[in-house]
């Protein structure tokens, strides 16, 4: 057999110069568009607002030592100054007073974390233990980043919460918007599919499982909710279990309820509820001599 082809190309190709030119003058100017409008309010760079989050999750829950804390502090304080400045070319959006405002919210969200690192391992049994939890597994890491946002979110640092959000998105496949309000010593298992939309309140000692979504009802024209709870609210001591889907700013979850999988949820439910997907009806027809080789349809039908 002959060696394969290969396909070779021009060192160096001619493009036609009246091509780039329409090219160019097709992307140039268009100042009054959606994208121009969204340049105009800065836009950081994805990479920078990863780095930025990887150490600040590293900060809160790992660091301990004075001397480390003295130097990491500070740096954390003028990495997120560069942020603000990023997003607000004007300069004039309080980027200071949001730094010192956040600073002191440090210690709170590390005794949140600690809670729910603790709150895992009480509720999963194939934690081995509180380091397995730290490092492995990936709802830890999206909560731990939605503390942090939540905090810059209520203290309006712009566009930066948002993409924190979706940098944890990214990594670990759990979507929480930073808007959401969620309650001490909150697990998610596995946590992969799981939706939590900004207007959402989520209560103390809440477990939830993969593919959970506490979404909002979507009318024709959602503009007109927007600054209103669209959100459920979930009570203390709720298990949600897989696929779940709970929708709309006044639904409910009362106390201490149990939310089986699959389950569809536009209504409050009473405290102590149980609610569960009723399972598909196995029909066994016997097979009469004769008859097709395949199940007529319907299944029922005795003709």
Not at 11 to 32: F, K, T, Y
């Amino acid at each position: 057999m002959g060696k394969p082809s290969v396909l070779r190309m021009p060192a160096d190709p001619m493009i036609d110069p009246d091509v780039i030119e329409r090219a160019v003058s097709g992307l140039a100017g268009d100042e009054q568009s959606v994208l121009a409008q969204a340049a105009r309010e800065g836009l950081p760079e994805p990479a920078d607002i990863a780095e930025w989050i990887d150490r600040c999750k590293r900060l809160v829950l790992a660091l301990r030592e004075r001397s480390s804390l003295r130097s990491e502090v500070p740096a954390l304080a003028q990495r997120l100054m560069q942020l603000l400045n990023a997003v607000c070319p004007s300069g004039d959006c309080q980027q200071q007073a949001i730094v010192e405002a956040f600073l002191p919210r440090l210690a709170g969200i590390r005794a949140r974390l600690d809670e729910d690192v603790d709150a895992a391992f009480r509720s999963d049994p194939a934690a081995r233990s509180y380091g397995e939890i730290v490092a492995a597994y990936p709802a830890l890491k999206a909560i731990a980043v939605h503390r942090i946002a939540h905090e810059l979110y209520q203290l309006e640092a712009l566009i930066l919460p948002r993409m924190m959000a979706e940098h944890a998105h990214q990594q670990t496949g759990i979507d929480i918007h930073p808007g959401a309000k969620i309650g001490r010593r909150f697990f998610i298992d596995h946590g992969t599919g799981v939706v939590i939309g900004e207007t959402a309140e989520i209560g103390n000692d809440v477990r939830i499982y993969q593919g959970v979504t506490l979404g909002a009802l979507s009318p024709r024209h959602g503009e007109a909710l927007r600054g209103r709870k669209r959100h459920p609210t979930i009570e203390d001591d709720v298990t949600i279990y897989a696929g779940a889907t709970i929708l709309g700013g006044d639904t409910v979850i009362g106390r201490g309820s149990v939310i089986g999988g699959n389950v569809w949820i536009t209504q409050s439910i009473e405290p102590g509820s149980r609610v569960a997907f009723e399972p598909p009806r196995s029909s066994v027809h016997p097979r009469r001599e004769g008859g097709p080789e395949q199940l007529a349809w319907p299944l029922d039908n005795d003709e």
